[in-house]
């Protein structure tokens, strides 16, 4: 289960719609499984097939993650032309980010989809995302 | 010549869960064969069979991106900082 407050899931979807057509990334950090932070992340590939977090930028959010003795919770991103689900790509990147929840958002209609997801050893499992007040 | 390496959480495995270890080296093909001697198989997560660096992993060199320096080929000298981390992508 992944619960995220309802201003970091507005950001997140904010974010996807604003750089729509090309896919957005970034982080949610937490303490304790708890939501604290959330970094947007530049798309370095500026793609809408694809995303990788700028290393630059990525070295310093992690950094800042660390020292605030905080974990990465989330690893989040858009897909633009296909659902909410992740991609062989994603399944295949994930083995960096363990413990981690993979929250996905999809533009490709007006519909809000938004699904979280572990993937862990290539098997791919929802986790149900509430979304909390605040 | 001592150059300190900043560890990654799912690396340390290799460094029995030291977020940071010391290794010595004049480029970083050498530190990283000098850390592979005390912390067997970090080098094989870093470096490819063929020899380039991994591309799921960034390498920096006192916060630059080895990428946009010498790759494996960097130089280094006392006191420099080499810090791994996972690299994040996805499709």
């Given at each position: 289960m992944l619960e995220l407050p309802q201003s970091m899931v507005d950001r997140v979807v904010e974010h996807a719609r604003r750089d729509h057509p090309d896919e957005c990334c970034g982080v949610v950090a937490g303490r304790a499984g708890h939501a604290t932070r959330l970094f947007e992340m530049q798309n370095a590939e500026r793609s809408p097939t694809g995303f990788v977090f700028d290393?630059?930028?990525?070295?310093?959010?992690y950094r800042d993650i660390d020292d605030a003795d905080e974990d990465l919770l989330v690893v989040y991103h858009s897909h633009t032309m296909t659902e909410a689900y992740p991609s062989r790509t994603d399944v295949r990147w994930a083995v960096n980010t363990p413990g981690t929840s993979w929250l996905l958002v999809s533009t490709r209609s007006d519909e809000l989809e938004l699904r979280s997801y572990r993937i862990e050893d290539?098997?791919?499992?929802?986790?149900?995302l509430r979304i909390a007040g605040g | 010549m001592a150059i300190e390496v900043r560890i990654p959480t799912i690396l340390r495995s290799y460094t029995g869960g030291d977020k940071a270890v010391q290794g010595s080296g004049a480029t970083l093909t050498a530190l990283l064969d000098d850390l592979d001697s005390r912390h067997s198989g970090l080098r094989g997560r870093l470096v490819t069979?063929?020899?380039?660096?991994h591309r799921f992993v960034n390498v920096y060199v006192n916060d630059e991106d080895v990428r946009f320096l010498?790759?494996?080929?960097?130089?280094?000298?006392?006191?420099?900082?080499?810090?791994?981390?996972?690299?994040?992508?996805g499709g």
């Open positions: 290393s630059g930028e990525w070295l310093t959010v290539g098997v791919i499992t929802e986790e149900e | 069979e063929d020899g380039a660096l010498g790759g494996l080929e960097t130089k280094l000298a006392d006191g420099d900082s080499v810090t791994v981390l996972p690299a994040v992508a």
